[in-house]
């Protein structure tokens, strides 16, 4: 792959406009796009890890994106000026990388459905485990691809959300710069590719899309699997950025909800440094008496010790990273101090922070809410000519495609308006059709 190709700013949808200029660049013109868009405000009322509790105020998916899109500026912006040090002879404006991952990093979670990644959980049990097992057969008598619906992925979804189509809405979704969608795509195959894990970067509707997005940058596919392409690079520095981000702000909001003690926090926390430097933020610490002061200060300190770090690994690594063969992510790369704290904080996190009741309860009610959603939504637009039916299809909105000829479709259509839901509107949605909440009269 070579830069030339892959820092385009053409737009996907909107192609025959690519000439207009603006004040602004079109990468630029990415970032604001989302900041103003519905998507992206509903994520202030979808959950991270912990259920948004009212008085104490711990990270949504909003405030979340918001910071790792901060994070992905500052690795694009050094990782611009490298290649604009190193490249001299090439002319390529290579700061314009800050603006794309930082746009990228904006996006990277807005396909994610409520209650976090429970939710793509019970989405995945219901068609694995729950009635949705039933319509496996059908689907893939009519060609479409169950795996989809098995293996879930927010991540894909995403890709939908900004490049489809919906009924009433212009061609080409958001019309994003081609970069941009391709910096959003951590796993560049489909989901027959997924494998245990179950990850994958597009559904089979948008498959068309990801390929039209790898010829445009000159995305190669693997040497090793043909059914993979190789990432986009900036991928590598998305990743980075939610990576940097959501293991610190986990421990400093297990912290804030007394999950883990002040000190324990902080000691998690000071063990990304050794050194003269420990002894230097250790010495800062000390002149405040706030807990919260000292946990940001700590964490201002890890993200730019880990920006520097990923930013040299990125560069260290870039001819890797461009044939495709680079096996990230970058924060794996980091040097021993940093990266033995990481891996500490991911068992803390795993151990005490994603097993928490608080965290458990939410999975638990996800499950539920979710598979009676989907049951109540799927019955709709596979009967709709019963009663109730009728009167459920009326809260879809237009946009979403219930007459869509295919099982698949019918399906996708749910998981669309399921999906975009907040937490607070599927819980209540919920309530309603199960007649536990009603107006008042």
């Given at each position: 792959?070579?830069?030339?190709?892959?820092?385009?700013?053409?737009?996907?949808?909107?192609?025959?406009?690519?000439?207009?200029?603006?004040?602004?660049?079109?990468?630029?013109?990415?970032?604001?796009?989302?900041?103003?868009?519905?998507?992206?405000?509903?994520?202030?009322?979808?959950?991270?890890?912990?259920?948004?509790p009212g008085n104490i105020f711990v990270?949504?998916?909003?405030?979340?994106?918001?910071?790792?899109?901060?994070?992905?500026?500052?690795?694009?912006?050094?990782?611009?000026?490298?290649?604009?040090?190193?490249?001299?002879?090439?002319?390529?404006?290579?700061?314009?990388?800050?603006?794309?991952?930082?746009?990228?990093?904006?996006?990277?979670?807005?396909?994610?459905?409520?209650?976090?990644?429970?939710?793509?959980?019970?989405?995945?049990?219901?068609?694995?485990?729950?009635?949705?097992?039933?319509?496996?057969?059908?689907?893939?008598?009519?060609?479409?691809?169950?795996?989809?619906?098995?293996?879930?992925?927010?991540?894909?979804?995403?890709?939908?959300?900004?490049?489809?189509?919906?009924?009433?809405?212009?061609?080409?979704?958001?019309?994003?710069?081609?970069?941009?969608?391709?910096?959003?795509?951590?796993?560049?195959?489909?989901?027959?590719?997924?494998?245990?894990?179950?990850?994958?970067?597009?559904?089979?509707?948008?498959?068309?899309?990801?390929?039209?997005?790898?010829?445009?940058?000159?995305?190669?596919?693997?040497?090793?699997?043909?059914?993979?392409?190789?990432?986009?690079?900036?991928?590598?520095?998305?990743?980075?950025?939610?990576?940097?981000?959501?293991?610190?702000?986990?421990?400093?909001?297990?912290?804030?909800?007394?999950?883990?003690?002040?000190?324990?926090?902080?000691?998690?926390l000071i063990n990304f440094f050794d050194?003269?430097?420990?002894?230097?933020?250790?010495?800062?610490?000390?002149?405040?008496?706030?807990?919260?002061?000292?946990?940001?200060?700590?964490?201002?300190?890890?993200?730019?010790?880990?920006?520097?770090?990923?930013?040299?690994?990125?560069?260290?690594?870039?001819?890797?990273?461009?044939?495709?063969?680079?096996?990230?992510?970058?924060?794996?790369?980091?040097?021993?101090?940093?990266?033995?704290?990481?891996?500490?904080?991911?068992?803390?996190?795993?151990?005490?922070?994603?097993?928490?009741?608080?965290?458990?309860?939410?999975?638990?009610?996800?499950?539920?809410?979710?598979?009676?959603?989907?049951?109540?939504?799927?019955?709709?637009?596979?009967?709709?000519?019963?009663?109730?039916?009728?009167l459920l299809l009326q809260r879809i909105?237009?946009?979403?495609?219930?007459?869509?000829?295919?099982?698949?479709?019918?399906?996708?259509?749910?998981?669309?308006?399921?999906?975009?839901?907040?937490?607070?509107?599927?819980?209540?949605?919920?309530?309603?059709?199960?007649?536990?909440?009603?107006?008042?009269?």
């Amino acid at each position: 792959m070579n830069w030339n190709q892959l820092l385009s700013d053409k737009r996907f949808g909107m192609e025959k406009y690519h000439d207009r200029k603006h004040d602004r660049t079109d990468f630029q013109r990415d970032y604001d796009r989302l900041i103003f868009s519905s998507p992206f405000r509903r994520m202030q009322n979808k959950t991270q890890v912990f259920p948004l509790p009212g008085n104490i105020f711990v990270h949504n998916r909003l405030t979340h994106s918001l910071e790792v899109s901060c994070v992905g500026r500052s690795l694009g912006n050094n990782i611009g000026k490298s290649l604009l040090r190193k490249h001299v002879d090439y002319n390529i404006n290579f700061l314009e990388i800050g603006s794309i991952v930082s746009a990228a990093c904006l996006a990277h979670d807005m396909g994610n459905p409520p209650f976090s990644h429970s939710g793509e959980r019970a989405i995945s049990g219901y068609f694995a485990s729950g009635n949705g097992k039933l319509l496996e057969n059908k689907i893939k008598e009519e060609g479409g691809r169950w795996e989809d619906f098995l293996y879930f992925e927010g991540n894909a979804n995403a890709l939908r959300l900004l490049t489809h189509q919906f009924i009433g809405r212009r061609r080409g979704g958001f019309a994003l710069t081609y970069s941009t969608l391709a910096s959003i795509i951590k796993y560049p195959h489909s989901s027959l590719a997924a494998g245990s894990k179950g990850k994958f970067g597009y559904f089979q509707s948008e498959e068309e899309t990801y390929h039209l997005i790898t010829k445009e940058l000159g995305i190669k596919k693997t040497s090793t699997d043909p059914e993979k392409f190789a990432r986009y690079p900036l991928v590598h520095l998305v990743e980075a950025a939610d990576d940097i981000c959501y293991q610190v702000m986990d421990i400093e909001d297990a912290c804030k909800l007394h999950i883990l003690t002040c000190q324990e926090a902080v000691d998690h926390l000071i063990n990304f440094f050794d050194g003269e430097r420990r002894d230097r933020i250790t010495q800062v610490m000390s002149m405040v008496d706030d807990t919260n002061e000292k946990l940001a200060y700590l964490r201002s300190s890890i993200i730019g010790l880990l920006v520097e770090e990923c930013s040299r690994i990125f560069m260290e690594n870039e001819e890797a990273i461009l044939e495709g063969t680079f096996d990230g992510p970058l924060i794996k790369y980091v040097c021993e101090q940093p990266r033995k704290a990481y891996e500490e904080c991911s068992k803390t996190a795993y151990q005490k922070i994603y097993r928490a009741k608080e965290v458990l309860d939410i999975e638990l009610a996800g499950f539920h809410i979710f598979s009676h959603l989907i049951d109540a939504l799927t019955e709709a637009v596979m009967n709709p000519e019963k009663a109730y039916s009728k009167l459920l299809l009326q809260r879809i909105p237009a946009q979403y495609d219930t007459n869509n000829p295919t099982t698949y479709g019918k399906v996708q259509c749910v998981l669309d308006y399921i999906s975009g839901m907040t937490d607070i509107y599927a819980l209540d949605l919920y309530r309603k059709i199960t007649g536990m909440s009603l107006p008042a009269v």
